[in-house]
Nanobody, 119 residues
Protein backbone atom coordinates (compact mmCIF):
# COMPACT_ATOMS: atom_id res chain seq x y z
CA UNK A 1 0.00 0.00 0.00
CA UNK A 2 1.13 3.51 -0.75
CA UNK A 3 2.26 5.68 2.15
CA UNK A 4 1.69 9.39 1.66
CA UNK A 5 3.43 12.03 3.77
CA UNK A 6 2.08 15.56 3.47
CA UNK A 7 3.74 18.75 4.62
CA UNK A 8 3.37 22.49 4.29
CA UNK A 9 -0.01 23.31 5.76
CA UNK A 10 -0.48 26.14 8.21
CA UNK A 11 -2.05 29.53 8.75
CA UNK A 12 -1.75 32.58 6.55
CA UNK A 13 -3.53 35.86 5.99
CA UNK A 14 -5.68 36.45 2.95
CA UNK A 15 -3.57 37.19 -0.09
CA UNK A 16 -0.70 35.10 1.19
CA UNK A 17 0.84 31.90 -0.13
CA UNK A 18 1.50 28.38 1.04
CA UNK A 19 3.14 25.39 -0.56
CA UNK A 20 1.94 21.86 0.09
CA UNK A 21 4.05 18.82 -0.67
CA UNK A 22 3.24 15.12 -0.68
CA UNK A 23 5.75 12.30 -0.96
CA UNK A 24 4.65 8.78 -1.91
CA UNK A 25 6.48 5.61 -0.95
CA UNK A 26 5.91 1.90 -0.44
CA UNK A 27 4.25 1.32 -3.78
CA UNK A 28 5.32 -1.21 -6.34
CA UNK A 29 3.33 -0.13 -9.35
CA UNK A 30 3.23 3.09 -11.32
CA UNK A 31 1.48 6.09 -9.84
CA UNK A 32 -0.69 7.46 -12.60
CA UNK A 33 -2.55 10.43 -11.12
CA UNK A 34 -1.37 12.52 -8.15
CA UNK A 35 -3.22 15.44 -6.73
CA UNK A 36 -4.99 17.31 -3.97
CA UNK A 37 -8.51 17.45 -2.63
CA UNK A 38 -9.91 19.52 0.21
CA UNK A 39 -12.69 19.20 2.73
CA UNK A 40 -14.43 21.43 5.27
CA UNK A 41 -16.54 20.12 8.16
CA UNK A 42 -19.86 18.72 7.07
CA UNK A 43 -19.07 18.92 3.37
CA UNK A 44 -17.82 16.49 0.78
CA UNK A 45 -14.21 16.23 -0.27
CA UNK A 46 -13.69 18.33 -3.40
CA UNK A 47 -11.10 18.29 -6.13
CA UNK A 48 -8.45 21.00 -5.98
CA UNK A 49 -6.03 19.85 -8.68
CA UNK A 50 -4.64 16.68 -10.21
CA UNK A 51 -1.70 15.95 -12.47
CA UNK A 52 -1.16 12.79 -14.46
CA UNK A 53 2.16 11.14 -15.11
CA UNK A 54 2.34 12.69 -18.57
CA UNK A 55 1.76 16.14 -17.14
CA UNK A 56 -1.93 16.57 -17.88
CA UNK A 57 -3.38 18.95 -15.27
CA UNK A 58 -6.89 19.48 -14.02
CA UNK A 59 -7.81 22.38 -11.73
CA UNK A 60 -11.02 23.16 -9.93
CA UNK A 61 -12.37 26.41 -11.42
CA UNK A 62 -12.22 28.17 -8.05
CA UNK A 63 -8.44 27.74 -7.80
CA UNK A 64 -7.38 28.02 -11.44
CA UNK A 65 -5.04 30.94 -11.92
CA UNK A 66 -4.12 31.02 -8.22
CA UNK A 67 -2.81 27.51 -7.51
CA UNK A 68 -0.10 25.64 -9.37
CA UNK A 69 0.34 21.87 -9.17
CA UNK A 70 3.60 20.18 -10.06
CA UNK A 71 5.07 16.72 -9.89
CA UNK A 72 8.45 15.03 -9.79
CA UNK A 73 7.99 11.58 -11.28
CA UNK A 74 11.45 10.36 -10.31
CA UNK A 75 10.73 11.12 -6.65
CA UNK A 76 6.98 10.51 -6.62
CA UNK A 77 6.37 13.93 -5.11
CA UNK A 78 3.46 16.22 -5.88
CA UNK A 79 3.38 19.84 -4.79
CA UNK A 80 0.72 22.52 -4.70
CA UNK A 81 1.74 26.17 -4.72
CA UNK A 82 -1.19 28.17 -3.41
CA UNK A 83 -1.16 31.90 -4.09
CA UNK A 84 -3.63 34.70 -3.46
CA UNK A 85 -5.24 32.63 -0.75
CA UNK A 86 -8.75 33.47 0.36
CA UNK A 87 -10.61 32.68 3.59
CA UNK A 88 -12.79 30.28 1.62
CA UNK A 89 -9.67 28.21 0.82
CA UNK A 90 -9.61 27.21 4.49
CA UNK A 91 -9.91 23.42 4.64
CA UNK A 92 -8.11 20.19 5.31
CA UNK A 93 -6.12 19.37 2.19
CA UNK A 94 -5.64 15.71 1.28
CA UNK A 95 -3.03 14.26 -1.01
CA UNK A 96 -4.43 11.67 -3.42
CA UNK A 97 -2.68 9.19 -5.70
CA UNK A 98 -3.80 6.49 -8.08
CA UNK A 99 -1.75 3.32 -8.50
CA UNK A 100 -2.12 1.25 -11.65
CA UNK A 101 -2.15 -2.43 -10.70
CA UNK A 102 -2.60 -4.43 -13.87
CA UNK A 103 -5.93 -3.29 -15.22
CA UNK A 104 -7.06 -1.96 -11.85
CA UNK A 105 -6.65 1.55 -10.49
CA UNK A 106 -6.44 1.92 -6.74
CA UNK A 107 -6.68 5.27 -4.99
CA UNK A 108 -4.95 6.18 -1.72
CA UNK A 109 -5.29 9.21 0.54
CA UNK A 110 -2.92 11.06 2.80
CA UNK A 111 -3.82 11.95 6.37
CA UNK A 112 -4.63 15.54 5.53
CA UNK A 113 -3.03 18.85 6.39
CA UNK A 114 -4.89 21.91 7.69
CA UNK A 115 -4.79 25.16 5.76
CA UNK A 116 -6.29 28.20 7.49
CA UNK A 117 -6.64 31.56 5.75
CA UNK A 118 -7.68 34.51 7.89
CA UNK A 119 -9.24 37.69 6.60
Amino acid sequence: QVQLVESGGGSVQAGGSLNLSCSASGHIFTLTVMGWYRQTPGKQRDLVATISRDGTINYAPVVEGRFVISRENTKDVVSLQMNSLRPEDTAVYYCYVEELIGATIRGDWGQGTQVTVSS
